[in-house]
């Protein structure tokens, strides 16, 4: 949840400080998303952003929603809309919630709404701007293709979640 509260939070690029000699990997097998995420907003270079978060291991929530709005400001279309930034939002999603079972605080039962609130909107800005739509219309006029493109990502999620290293939790 101190991510989710952190992702909220996402201070200006200009004001934070590249953290050095951090141990990626590790941070990530260990959950430790806070210095990741502080890490990516200070790579300036949009290009190389993008790439290292697509060659992250896609079990991590909060670098799938990162990668979404990347890979839109990479190729501001609708079909990057449908086909790739939300159905990896839906994945992180999904993701929030798997990482949920099990837990007994409650807060956590709800954390991917919160993810929900972060990102959609943030997306949506950038339709706007960028498509002069609102992503409910590139949703309302594309439904089923995108219902495709979601099922398909969680499949892949799910399959590695068989295959990688979860997480701790936290």
């Not at 999603?93 to 990482?99: H, I, K």
């Not at 997306?123 to 594309?142: E, F, P, Q, R, V």
Request: glycine share 2%; hydrophobic share 45%; proline share 6%.
């Amino acid at each position: 949840l101190d991510v989710i509260a952190f992702l909220g939070y996402r201070p200006e690029r200009s004001n934070l400080k590249k953290l050095e000699n951090l141990n990626l990997p590790q941070l990530l097998k260990d959950g430790l998303y806070i210095p990741v995420l502080q890490n990516v907003w200070t790579q300036f270079d949009q290009p190389r952003r993008l790439q290292w978060l697509r060659e992250q291991p896609q079990i991590h929530a909060p670098l799938l929603a990162e990668r979404a709005i990347e890979e839109f400001i990479a190729n501001p279309t609708v079909n990057t809309v449908i086909e790739i930034a939300l159905p990896l939002i839906k994945a992180a999603e999904f993701r929030v919630r798997q990482d949920a079972v099990g837990v007994i605080d409650d807060s956590f039962a709800s954390a991917y709404r919160d993810l929900q609130a972060i990102y959609l909107p943030k997306l949506d800005t950038l339709c706007g701007k960028n498509l002069d739509m609102s992503l409910y219309d590139i949703i309302s006029a594309n439904a089923q293709k995108l219902q495709e493109f979601v099922e398909k990502k969680i499949d892949e999620i799910v399959s590695l979640t068989f295959t990688e290293q979860l997480p701790s939790s936290q």
